[in-house]
């Protein structure tokens, strides 16, 4: 097992674009999570899935985000309408059951001009 | 609103200078309390878990003890290899699938 990959590592947007960001997760994990990291600070949490069902939603999550797991394997996180404030490193991470012990991907990194 | 704050920020020490990092919580009926490791343009690593005061966890030069509101992973003889940002996390009281992290403790090592 490779462990969490995510696609794209990097990507430079205008304000206004649309993003997507891909999140491939352990295969035998049943939960997924979307957390966002800005320099300096520690992950903050988005969302997750448990199998291809959102349980839970971040009010940081605004409308512009969406997120979907379909088939409870590889997730999408999609944002609409970008704004500068979106630029962050949003990281994917996969587990068994479990909320703490989590397997974290290496990232995508968004910038917005 | 849960709170985990970690001290010091940065933290720089020579090789072979042990050292504690700091978490403080304010979650009431902890359910966990979990410390990672990131390195540069990585995602975090997960390192240990502790579920109750007095518990301790260990791994190569790293041990972990918890309190009733605070952690503390002790680094012992570190090398420039342990240079990486620490961070801790607690699950949210409201809802224990989110983790709350603090801001994370960058430390150095200088050889």
């Known amino acids: 097992d490779t462990g969490v990959s995510q696609d794209p590592r990097h990507k430079i947007t205008k304000r206004g674009q649309n993003v997507t960001f891909r999140c491939d997760p352990i295969?035998?994990?049943?939960?997924l999570y979307w957390y966002r990291q800005t320099l300096g600070q520690g992950p903050e949490f988005l969302t997750y899935?448990?199998?291809?069902?959102?349980?839970?939603k971040s009010r940081l999550l605004s409308d512009r985000f969406s997120a979907e797991r379909p088939k409870g394997s590889f997730s999408t996180l999609e944002i609409q309408r970008t704004e500068q404030g979106d630029s962050a490193m949003y990281l994917c991470a996969s587990s068994w059951n479990r909320a703490g012990e989590l397997f974290f991907g290496e990232g995508s990194r968004l910038t917005v001009l | 609103e849960d709170q985990v704050t970690q001290s010091p920020e940065a933290l720089r020490l020579q090789e072979g200078e042990s050292s504690s990092l700091n978490c403080s919580y304010t979650?009431?009926?902890?359910?966990?309390l979990f410390w990672y490791r990131q390195d540069p343009g990585k995602g975090p690593e997960f390192l240990f878990t502790l579920y109750s005061a007095g518990e301790e966890k260990e791994k190569e030069r790293l041990k972990a003890t918890l309190t009733k509101k605070e952690s503390f992973l002790h680094i012992t003889a570190p090398k420039p290899e342990d240079s990486a940002t620490y961070l801790c996390?607690?699950?949210?009281?409201?809802?224990?699938?989110?983790?709350?992290f603090g801001e994370g403790t960058q430390l150095t090592v200088n050889p």
């Open positions: 295969s035998e994990h049943n939960r």
């Open positions: 979650v009431s009926g902890l359910r966990g």
């Open positions: 899935f448990q199998n291809e069902a959102q349980l839970e």
């Open positions: 996390a607690v699950p949210g009281e409201t809802s224990g699938s989110r983790l709350t």
